[in-house]
């Protein structure tokens, strides 16, 4: 069940980037999610829980996919 939930709110995502392309660089619009995410685990972590998430972000970096 929870599967097909992230599925769903990752399509309407990439829906939505794609609307915001039409007027928007990849780099101005990656910088936005950027900012965006990092709020939200700064917001609603504890500063532990929120430094690990992000050590763990920056350890996976090389793991990364482009889009095709």
């Known amino acids: 069940m929870l599967e097909n939930r992230e599925e769903e709110l990752?399509?309407?995502?990439?829906?939505?980037?794609?609307?915001?392309?039409?007027?928007?660089?990849?780099?101005?619009?990656a910088a936005i999610m950027?900012?965006?995410?990092?709020?939200?685990?700064?917001?609603?972590?504890?500063?532990?829980d929120y430094q690990r998430m992000v050590k763990n972000i920056y350890d996976k970096r090389d793991e990364v996919k482009t889009f095709e």
């Open 10 to 29: 990752y399509s309407k995502y990439m829906a939505f980037n794609d609307v915001m392309l039409e007027d928007h660089t990849p780099l101005e619009i």
């Open 34 to 48: 950027v900012i965006q995410g990092l709020t939200f685990y700064k917001s609603f972590l504890d500063e532990e």
